[in-house]
């Protein structure tokens, strides 16, 4: 059985998993990780083309940067966390509690915007870890999910 989703405006394949785009008025507003059972979509529109683009050329030079126009939907706290993230440049990680430092919020709090993330891997939430480890990703701390921190922990050169 296939799955499709209204809303996604592409469908790729990634190294660590499919990746559904969601953009709206000319604005990124969301990358999901879905289940191989998403069908592939080829981008709908200029600004998906360019996402899809700009996540190819990452997935093969993890130093890429990514620039794109993006539309976040969350509370103050979540587009603080969001907005820190989109500072740690690739290669580099920050513990939850630098982060909740910077922005006077504790580090439960940081991990809750960071499971709130909108928009994987172009806000690397992935980059963000915990002071005795790898910490959680997407709300998960083991499995799959964990595995794609993993994954791109290990792209970027960050574990071996």
């Known amino acids: 059985m ?3 989703h209204a809303g996604y405006t592409a469908v790729i394949d990634t ?3 499919r990746l559904a785009i969601r953009t709206d008025d000319g604005r990124l507003t969301g990358i999901d990780f879905v289940d191989k059972r998403t069908a592939l979509m ?3 529109n200029p600004l998906a083309s360019e996402v899809t683009d700009q996540l ?3 997935f093969r030079d993890p130093a890429f940067v990514f620039d794109l126009p993006v539309l976040l939907d969350g509370t103050k706290h979540q587009q ?3 907005q820190l993230l989109g500072k740690i440049r690739p290669g580099h990680t920050m513990t939850y509690g630098e ?3 910077r922005i006077n919020s504790g580090a439960r709090a940081v991990g809750n915007s960071c499971r709130r993330n909108p928009i994987s891997i172009v806000i690397p939430c992935h980059r963000v870890v915990a002071s005795t480890g790898i910490g959680g ?3 998960h701390v083991d499995g799959k999910v964990l595995d794609r ?3 791109l922990l290990r792209h970027e050169g960050i574990l071996n």
């Open 2 to 4: 296939t799955h499709t």
């Open 56 to 58: 190819r050329q990452y």
């Open 42 to 44: 080829s981008p709908q």
């Open 80 to 82: 603080k966390v969001w």
């Open 137 to 139: 990703y997407g709300g």
């Open 99 to 101: 982060l909740a430092g």
């Open 149 to 151: 921190k993993h994954w």
């Open 15 to 17: 190294p660590p998993g």
